[in-house]
Nanobody, 122 residues
Framework: QVQLVESGGGSVQAGGFLRLSCAPS????????MGWFRQAPGREREGVAF???????DYADSVKGRFTISKDNAKNTLYLQMNSLKVEDTAMYYC????????????????WGQGTQVAVSS
């Protein structure tokens, strides 16, 4: 059974930073693509950052230059380093995985975590 467990969310002031972690169980870590989505209240879930098995990363324009997605193979953990946080980054952040090419379409992802809340205040 595949499980994705996120951690690292919290409250921070604008300009601050957080690092989210996603610890997959089972064979999820070896899946072709893992990534992060977020959903703010009243808004649709959107793709934030993705990383494929070849190390190729894709970022939403809104986070380019501020967020970095990475994997620690020794710890079997996916990370999202979020720097220069903005109020508009406030959302529930979800880790997701699929065993195919990376895409920003949430419907393409079969495996999801429960989410971790990020709140950025001005």
């Amino acid at each position: 059974q595949v499980q994705l467990v996120e951690s690292g969310g919290g409250s921070v002031q604008a300009g601050g930073f957080l690092r989210l972690s996603c610890a997959p169980s089972g064979y999820a870590y070896s899946m072709y693509c893992m990534g992060w989505f977020r959903q703010a209240p009243g808004r649709e879930r959107e793709g934030v950052a993705f990383l494929d098995t070849y190390g190729r990363a894709d970022y939403a324009d809104s986070v380019k230059g501020r967020f970095t997605i990475s994997k620690d193979n020794a710890k079997n953990t996916l990370y999202l380093q979020m720097n220069s946080l903005k109020v508009e980054d406030t959302a529930m952040y979800y880790c997701a995985a699929r065993d195919s090419y990376c895409t920003r379409a949430q419907s393409a992802y079969k495996y999801w975590g429960q989410g971790t809340q990020v709140a950025v205040s001005s």
